[in-house]
């Protein structure tokens, strides 16, 4: 929205929408992105195999997702997961994404510089999302990565209201001290998808995504 301060952003960096760059909005309702340049992939939830929970259930497990009432700035529909992350010391998450095209590939995202979604967190539920975009050389996929997933991301901190988030390609990091290979920058050219995951064991999950676009057009 024109005027609306963004939750990360400098005034050295300035990612303008663009056309053709709204991946979904979810004001169709149905659980794929929005058919336009090139990307025609779906909604979907994942968890892990340790107890964790999810709603809409992940499809891994037979599940099909489907948009929620109650859009950012009064508009229809968003995305949202629900569940819990399951206790313990292990690796643990719930979360929700998106595939750029289906059949899943590589999509090639080198026209724009960044990302920019509208997020919330429900009552109750934990703030801290880790943003992953998993590119060419995280994703399995990719056929490239021997210890895989560690994305190029970064973490949100949500609030009760929505909030705007814009993050340049350029600013994402894979996290510290493990994934391999370990590149120094996300390779837009071949991107996957986008995913927001929360991780920490135990805690509750209510998080919604909306108006999710590619900015900053070359």
């Not at 950012?72 to 968003?78: C, E, P, T």
Request: charge should be negative.
């Amino acid at each position: 929205m024109p005027g609306q301060k963004p939750a990360f952003g400098t005034d050295s960096v300035v990612l303008d929408s663009c056309n053709e760059g709204l991946i979904d909005n979810g004001e169709d309702g149905n659980n794929q992105v929005l058919v336009r340049d090139g990307r025609n992939g779906y909604w979907y939830t994942y968890v892990d195999e340790a107890g964790s929970t999810v709603i809409p259930e992940a499809g891994s497990r037979g599940g099909t997702f489907s948009m929620s009432p109650g859009g950012a700035h009064g508009s229809k529909y968003a995305a949202n997961v629900q569940g819990r992350v399951a206790g313990g010391s292990g690796v643990v998450f719930g979360a929700v994404g998106m595939n750029f095209v289906d059949p899943k590939g590589p999509y090639d995202a080198s026209r724009y510089n960044g990302l920019a979604f509208w997020a919330r967190k429900g009552a109750g539920s934990m703030g801290k999302v880790r943003l992953k975009v998993p590119d060419v050389s995280t994703d399995p996929e990719g056929g490239v990565c021997r210890e895989c997933f560690n994305d190029f991301g970064m973490d949100l901190n949500l609030t009760e209201s929505w909030q705007r988030f814009v993050f340049p390609f350029k600013k994402m990091k894979q996290l510290p001290d493990w994934g391999s290979p370990r590149r120094h920058s996300i390779d837009k050219s071949k991107l996957y998808g986008i995913q927001w995951q929360v991780n920490t064991p135990g805690a509750a999950i209510d998080v919604w995504i909306d108006d999710v676009e590619f900015v900053g057009c070359q």
